[in-house]
């Protein structure tokens, strides 16, 4: 039996007009292998990652340290050992011009980034039209070990996930795929 977490490409998606954030990770042949839900009316960011719709399995907690901050970090939690996976922080003033996120180990050391493509294009989705699909890259060191790629649908989020780079497993699945989550839910609230 495989884990949710042992392919290289997923695809995430939004539920279409659902009361709060939720989501569904797909594996290859559309299997559904995560369901994720966005606390509602929390002081702080707090998501909920299952394996399933039942909801009876919870995998992974993703949470804000602090209430409001423009440079928020996110922890990303083992449920079932309740250990620290690592965590993302968003670079705040970075992100204004371009979303930019920092990739920590268990020890808040910065490891790697996650970042949109291309500054010209995250301009052009700023200021003109939101319609253009995102696409991020993300780095351990030098390395590219993950691709997000948007697609283009005006009516649902639909975020393609790539870690087929990732040949020697430098990130953590669990890491990356709270990544996607992150982008999903907080900055496709902008969509």
């Known amino acids: 039996?495989?884990?949710?977490?042992?392919?290289?490409?997923?695809?995430?998606?939004?539920?279409?007009?659902?009361?709060?954030?939720?989501?569904?990770?797909?594996?290859?042949?559309?299997?559904?292998v995560l369901y994720v839900e966005?606390?509602?009316?929390?002081?702080r960011e707090d998501i909920?990652?299952?394996s399933d719709e039942s909801k009876t399995q919870e995998v992974l907690t993703i949470k804000a340290r602090q209430i409001?901050?423009?440079?928020?970090?996110?922890d990303?939690?083992?449920?079932?050992?309740?250990?620290?996976v690592g965590a993302m922080r968003r670079k705040g003033l970075a992100s204004i011009l371009r979303d930019e996120w920092e990739v920590l180990d268990v020890?808040?050391?910065?490891?790697?980034?996650?970042?949109?493509?291309?500054m010209g294009l995250a301009?052009?989705?700023?200021?003109?039209?939101?319609?253009?699909?995102?696409?991020?890259?993300?780095l351990i060191g030098t390395t590219r070990?993950?691709?997000?790629?948007?697609?283009?649908?005006?009516?649902t989020y639909s975020l393609n996930i790539d870690f087929s780079m990732d040949t020697t497993k430098q990130l953590d699945r669990r890491l990356g795929l709270a990544a996607g989550i992150l982008l999903a839910a907080v900055e496709g609230k902008q969509q």
């Open 1 to 32: 039996m495989s884990s949710a977490f042992d392919f290289n490409q997923y695809v995430l998606k939004r539920q279409f007009m659902a009361l709060g954030g939720k989501f569904r990770v797909y594996a290859p042949g559309e299997k559904l």
């Open 68 to 74: 409001i901050d423009f440079s928020a970090a996110y």
């Open 123 to 138: 301009l052009l989705r700023r200021f003109l039209s939101n319609l253009i699909p995102q696409n991020y890259d993300l």
């Open 145 to 155: 070990v993950a691709d997000f790629k948007q697609n283009f649908n005006p009516f």
């Open 38 to 43: 966005q606390k509602l009316f929390k002081i």
């Open 76 to 84: 990303v939690v083992d449920s079932a050992t309740g250990q620290k």
């Open 48 to 50: 909920r990652v299952y």
């Open 107 to 118: 020890n808040d050391n910065a490891v790697g980034k996650l970042f949109e493509d291309s």
